[in-house]
């Protein structure tokens, strides 16, 4: 069973120009970290806020904090990317025994260049459709 803890790693508040002691907004990043994997996850996002004074918005960064990872999906969404890591395909091992790819005859009869019979067929197409090309463009003039 995963045991999963969140730290809040990003609280970048953003203040008013002209009143530098009221936030409006703040940077919120939160890692989650599952114990017994040791996979991680980050979200972060800025989030906009009433204007009030910044030290009555931080005595309740708790409360906010919790209401913001759980009214909008973080929870769900942090557990779901670490979920997701531990499912992720891994490297095979290098220690195996892999194909002696030197050995091997990749391309074989595609090592030559196409003929100059062949060069010569696609050109003789090749004027057909600028003729109908040139038709085009006089009837446009």
Do not use: H
């Amino acid at each position: 069973m995963a045991n999963i803890s969140y730290n809040v790693t990003r609280w970048d508040v953003s203040c008013e120009s002209s009143a530098p002691d009221k936030i409006c907004s703040v940077v919120l990043g939160i890692t989650a970290t599952d114990s017994e994997s040791g996979k991680s996850a980050y979200k972060d996002e800025r989030i906009s806020v009433p204007c009030q004074p910044l030290d009555e918005f931080e005595a309740g960064a708790e409360a906010f904090i919790e209401g913001v990872l759980g009214s909008q999906g973080w929870y769900l969404e942090l557990q779901t990317r670490i979920a997701n890591q531990m499912t992720a395909p891994v490297a095979a091992s290098e220690d195996r025994t892999k194909p002696d790819f030197s050995s091997m005859t990749i391309g074989d009869g595609y090592q030559d260049l196409p003929s100059e019979e062949s060069a010569e067929e696609s050109t003789e197409e090749a004027p057909a459709e600028e003729e109908s090309s040139e038709e085009e463009e006089s009837s446009s003039e």
